[in-house]
């Protein structure tokens, strides 16, 4: 399995971006993926992933309403975009993908994700 997430940068607040992970080794069909961050000095956490029963999405609450999570099954990729950016945004963005770990589970939002790509800094400063 290897994760490959990328489109991090340095934005200003307000602003948005886009992040990628590309993903081999893996069936979307039957592994959970999503994002997780980490910011300097802070503990990793869950932001976002979509189930792959039925698609539902989810978000951790401090995202909703400004993050999108989607994903292309024929490119293999996972999406993330990310609106009106705040500076506490700021963090490492990772991708993580697991076969047997629910998205939305309590295990998911503890980061109990077998297999984790590099990260991708995103900078949310004016």
């Known amino acids: 399995v290897q994760l490959q997430a990328s489109g991090g940068g340095l934005v200003q607040p307000g602003g948005s971006l886009r992040l990628s992970c590309a993903a081999s080794?893996?069936?979307?069909?039957?592994?959970?993926i999503g994002w997780f961050r980490q910011a300097p000095g802070k503990e990793r956490e869950g932001v976002s992933c979509?189930?792959?029963?039925?698609?539902?999405?989810y978000y951790a609450d401090s995202v909703k309403g400004r993050f999108t999570i989607s994903r292309d099954n024929a490119k293999k990729t996972l999406y993330l975009q990310m609106n009106s950016l705040e500076p506490e945004d700021t963090a490492v963005y990772y991708c993580?993908?697991?076969?047997?770990?629910?998205?939305?589970?309590?295990?998911?939002?503890?980061?109990?994700?077998?297999?984790w790509g590099k990260g991708t800094l995103v900078t949310v400063s004016s």
């Open positions: 993580a993908a697991d076969e047997w770990t629910v998205c939305g589970g309590s295990h998911y939002w503890r980061g109990g994700m077998e297999h």
């Open positions: 080794g893996v069936s979307f069909d039957d592994y959970t």
């Open positions: 979509i189930a792959t029963s039925d698609g539902t999405a």
